[in-house]
């Protein structure tokens, strides 16, 4: 009886969630679809996370969202992006974005898709440039492959700005691979890749390429309490950051001869998760002179948080990212972020999201991703 009556509840939450204005006008895309759906455990989701929405009070707009992935309009498909700087000239820098139904769109500053490698699933991706590969200084990039359970490699050839197919798949042995990212020591100037697994299981694998052969050596691999996805490593300060789904955040030393202690950056204060709902998902840093700053997206109220990272870590607040010209964003799985003036829209850098729900008017679209420039966050956190 008590399972009924709770089944009930959240019918009934999940219901006026869904249909909180009575001016349809003022409802944004996400609003109106949610409204448009059957009392399901789906719409009671949606309605409960929309809702959850409400209690932030800072948010931006988006300023450029790129072409649809490959995919049918509502299928979970887009996932996580990488972003490519090409310092000589900064217009034909590269977005990357992962399809989990089959490869990685390449996008350029204006959001048009400019490649589609046809591959498998590929779910996280993350990338480092100055790799010496076949006699040739390349971006190397790193994808968790979930068809093949593989880090799939491939490289970018600078002088064609172009992203080739697969050249390696390395074998991993954590079960259901999930989340990737890379790391580049500034100890050794090695490579790095750290993959995650759905058991939470970590590996981290050093890469090198030498006599036009490539090497992959597994170095560490530890375990975290419940299952993981979104990672980031700051090079400079050799830390990882762990997005552990249900829990948190956490911070390991990113160097394979350490042991793997952890530091909870958020999680055990019930301040922090009541405003990082689970799950957690993509985590990107961005870095000034003398600043670091993470954000997180939480999928489980739509938003964003972020932290200043330093000798004391502290969450600063979270944004949503709400209809504009371009409409808005929800239940992002992965995010980058990068400083570096590309353009007169994006100055000191950027922020890319995966969209879930991504919309033309209100009628639901295939995924995408969305640019954001870093000024608006940046406003928000001298207005705080």
Known sequence: MKIIKLSLLLLIVGILACNTSNNSNNKSSIENYCSTLDSSGFSIYLGNTIEKQRVFTKSITVDVETDGVASEPGVDAADDPAIWVNTENPEKSLILGTNKKG??????????????????????????????YNGQNVVIV?????????????????????????????????????????????????????????RGELEQWELSSENNKFRTDLVRNFKVSSRPEGMVADDKEGKLYIGVEEEGIQKVNAEPEFEFQTNWLVGSNPTDRSLVSSD???????????????????????SYAIFEIGETDKYLFSFVIKDGNIDGVEETDGLELINFPFNDNFPKGMLVVQDGYNFSGDTLKNQN????????????????
Do not use: P
């Open 103 to 132: 490869g990685i769109h390449v996008y350029n500053l204006e959001g048009d898709e400019l490649q589609y490698v046809k591959s498998d699933c590929m779910n996280n991706i993350d990338l480092r440039d100055g790799f010496e």
């Open 142 to 198: 790193a994808a968790s492959n979930c068809t093949r359970n593989t880090i799939s490699l491939f490289y970018i050839d600078k002088s064609t700005n172009l992203l080739s197919d697969t050249i390696l798949n390395i074998k991993s042995s954590v079960e259901l691979i999930y989340g990737l990212c890379m790391y580049k020591s500034h100890i050794s100037d090695k490579y790095y890749v750290f993959v995650n697994g759905e």
């Open 280 to 302: 957690i998902e993509g985590l990107a840093l961005y870095k000034t002179e003398n600043k670091t700053y993470l954000i997180a997206s939480s999928q489980g109220n739509f």
């Open 369 to 384: 991703f969305k640019y954001i420039s870093w000024e608006k966050i940046h406003q928000m956190i001298k207005n705080q």
